[in-house]
């Protein structure tokens, strides 16, 4: 079936600097999310981007989180300043239209030291 | 908001054996799409079924699930379990209307089939 691509797979970061998740979405997909599982909890939505605009954010889509998809290249999480209660594990997902089934990719395990 | 509940962490049954595995949920709309996603080893999550109409049966795979709006639930379930249904599975619900895309997840619960 259409794959979601992340990368990397960990990533391991002193805390204040920044970080960048990329995410490669199905090719033909317009609608991308993000959504965040500390360890132990369930995932939770992050953020909805489409048509190069947030349609939708959570309360934990901090300040210091921004979704971006330059010309159609990689659709990136970046977080500036890290923060020790980034440390999770990031999915990305897409899909073809509003309402359409979600594909998600395998994960980014971030690690805030 | 929405609530995804999945009681058991983990869920152990011999090889060939029945499997159920629950799920209840909270939710103020009326229209909902709900989901069991299933994650293997090492790999993304993938749509295993998927439904929005009450009292109605879906199946995929050996597993099947009924929506029940009256008990707020979606448990999924196999008759006979086999090696190869060891993974993650998730229950997730998404509102049908209004171009709300959120998924709500519960907390997943393992499966492991033993010999």
């Known amino acids: 079936g259409p794959k979601v691509l992340q990368i990397p797979s960990h990533q391991i970061i002193d805390m204040g600097q920044m970080v960048t998740l990329n995410c490669d979405p199905v090719?033909?997909?317009?609608?991308f999310y993000w959504y965040k599982q500390i360890l132990g909890q369930q995932m939770e939505f992050l953020v909805n981007?489409?048509?190069?605009?947030?349609?939708?954010k959570s309360k934990l889509f901090k300040d210091q989180f921004s979704v971006e998809r330059p010309d159609g290249s990689y659709f990136t999480l970046k977080i500036q300043p890290t923060a020790l209660e980034d440390s999770a594990v990031y999915f990305c997902?897409?899909?073809?239209?509003?309402?359409?089934?979600?594909?998600f990719g395998p994960g980014t395990r971030l690690t805030v030291l | 908001g929405d609530s995804v509940t999945q009681t058991e962490g983990l869920v152990t049954v011999t090889e060939g054996l029945p499997v159920k595995l629950n799920c209840t949920y909270q939710?103020?709309?009326?229209?909902?799409?709900f989901f069991w996603y299933v994650q293997y080893l090492n790999e993304a999550p993938q749509v295993l079924l998927k439904s929005s109409t009450d009292n109605k049966r879906t199946e995929h795979q050996g597993f099947h699930a009924t929506l029940h709006k009256s008990s707020s639930s979606f448990h999924l379930q196999k008759s006979s379990a086999q090696l190869s249904d060891s993974a993650l599975y998730y229950c997730?619900?998404?509102?049908?209307?209004?171009?709300?895309?959120?998924?709500?997840f519960g907390q997943g619960t393992v499966l492991s089939v033993i010999p």
């Open positions: 090719s033909n997909h317009l609608y």
């Open positions: 939710t103020t709309y009326l229209t909902i799409a």
């Open positions: 981007f489409y048509n190069g605009k947030v349609m939708e």
């Open positions: 997902a897409s899909s073809s239209g509003q309402g359409r089934e979600q594909y």
């Open positions: 997730a619900l998404r509102p049908a209307t209004g171009g709300n895309n959120k998924l709500t």
